[in-house]
């Protein structure tokens, strides 16, 4: 049976859409992968780019609120940001729950060039968590 993951940030446009771009890379087929947000801002075309860069298409991602996912029974619930965390609402599941507060880029201040690097350096830091993740607890 697959294993169910919810991956939950603030307004599921960025961190979280990484997240579940490279989740979904390294679970293959043994799980199901969500995202979320407590809010919702809509994927941003700067982490569609960079994403695209390493040969992930997330283009058809859509921001989903929590509010969807209530009826699913996760297996892991995996936070990529402090607000999320604190944010979060109980879900009635057993999920095992696991935290990490990734940078946000969309806050990213500079030059086009400097905003890209420093998107790039979340998202290679969310991918090394993603294989991590997936090497731990599904392969």
Not at 66 to 71: G, P
Not at 76 to 82: E, K, L, R, W, Y
Not at 102 to 124: C, H, L, N, W, Y
């Amino acid at each position: 049976m697959k294993k169910k993951i919810l991956i939950l940030c603030t307004g599921n446009s960025c961190r979280s859409q990484i997240a579940e771009g490279y989740m979904k890379f390294f679970t293959g087929n043994n799980a199901e992968v969500y995202s979320a947000g407590v809010e919702t801002h809509g994927v941003n075309p700067k982490a569609i780019s960079i994403m695209k860069e390493d040969g992930i298409d997330i283009s058809n991602h859509t921001s989903n609120n929590i509010d969807e996912y209530v009826h699913i029974d996760f297996d892991f619930v995996i936070t990529v940001c402090d607000n999320a965390k604190e944010r979060c609402p109980f879900f009635p599941t057993n999920a095992v729950k696991y935290h990490y507060n990734f940078p946000d880029p969309a806050k990213a201040t500079g030059t086009d060039s400097e905003i890209m690097a420093q998107f790039r350096a979340v998202r290679e830091q969310i991918k090394e968590y993603c294989r991590n993740f997936a090497t731990e607890n599904l392969n």
